[in-house]
């Protein structure tokens, strides 16, 4: 620091005005060398502080390719499983980071945009997990509610058997177990809709989640309507044919949308998708509406059927209204229709 020159004599031929001029030049001149002292000395202090951090992050690379060449193949393969979950993990948290938010507080009603998918470190757990009842436990509240919609499908084939076969249903020409097994359908569908904002409102998303909400679409919207057509006279060769290749259309299209939903666009709010390729498989419960409408008019059995039958008698007798299964499994597996999300 310089040192400051003593201040000239005062007489009485230097004005007032003067002196405080000089006096101000002079503090300044000191200001200045004060900045520069403590830029300096910051400097020096940062050029230590990343020759330091330079020297700790060599030792430590040189500590860990150490211990890399110390361990053993199997230590090796756990330690790089380990590196791997540790980045899978970071790349969760800066997702739950940058997931955009609403204004809103989530509720059942007005849910938050759905939760991101399971990472790796989640998926090793869930393979490794060897515990008693492991199955249950790693169960979601939201696929206790897809089981249900599949127990809706499932009570509805036991309904149709049982309109066939006991004396209280089509025997005694009683409807009661072919209504309820129609009125089951719609109930999937509302447990079809809950279990996603189930899953949404609490934030969790599950591993077995898409596949089961498949596996339960194809019982309650696939597996049931056909039995149910067949039930009330869809019952030749190619009736039953038909039903079959309607059934593979809504299996197959159900697979395809576990493959290619990641690819689809998604909305910027929810992460939902943006359209469905094809027809959803629940819009079969429209098939199920006109049969009901059939069994609540008494247009049932062979030969009652709206449309009648062509070539009755002949080995390719066939029900003409039949084809409303293959136009809807058809549009099932199109993929040129895009069918936009409410």
């Known amino acids: 620091m310089s040192t400051t020159p003593p201040l000239p004599p005062v007489s009485g031929d230097i004005p007032t005005r003067q002196l405080q001029q000089q006096s101000s030049a002079i503090a300044d001149s000191d200001d200045e060398d004060i900045v520069n002292n403590n830029n300096n000395t910051n400097t020096n202090t940062n050029t230590n502080i990343n020759t330091n951090q330079n020297k700790n992050e060599t030792q430590s690379s040189s500590l860990l390719q150490q211990q890399h060449h110390k361990l053993s193949p199997e230590e090796q393969a756990a330690a790089d499983d380990a590196r791997i979950a540790a980045l899978d993990q ?54 206790y ?17 049982a309109h066939l076969t006991s004396e209280k249903g089509l025997a005694s020409g009683n409807n009661y177990y072919l209504n309820r097994a129609m009125l089951l359908v719609p109930l999937g569908l509302f447990f079809d809709f809950l279990d996603g904002r189930v899953a949404r409102w609490r934030h969790k998303a599950s591993l077995m989640g898409q596949e089961l909400d498949s596996l339960a679409d194809l019982v309650s919207f696939g597996v049931a309507p056909a039995s149910i057509a067949y039930t009330i006279g869809f019952r030749t060769t190619l009736d039953t044919a038909a039903l079959a290749i309607f059934v593979l259309c809504g299996l197959t299209r159900l697979a395809r949308f576990n493959v290619t939903v990641a690819n689809i666009p998604k909305d910027a709010k929810t992460g939902k998708s943006k359209y469905f390729e094809g027809t959803p498989i629940p819009t079969t419960l429209v098939l199920v509406a006109i049969m009901y409408y059939f069994v609540a008019t008494g247009k049932t059995g062979h030969t009652n059927i709206p449309g009648g039958v062509l070539w ?21 597996i199109s993929k040129s229709l895009k069918v936009p999300k409410i």
């Open 145 to 161: 509610i897809t089981l249900m919609n599949a127990c809706c499908g499932f009570m509805s084939i036991v309904s149709l058997l």
């Open 312 to 332: 009755d008698g002949h080995w390719a007798q066939v029900h003409p209204l039949v084809g409303l299964f293959l136009i809807s499994g058809s549009a099932m």
């Open 90 to 143: 970071q790349l969760h948290d800066q997702q739950l980071r940058e997931r955009p938010r609403t204004r809103r507080r989530s509720s059942f009603f007005s849910p938050s945009p759905a939760p991101p998918s399971p990472n790796a470190r989640e998926i090793k757990a869930f393979t490794d997990d060897s515990r008693h009842f492991s199955m249950i436990r790693q169960l979601h509240m939201a696929d």
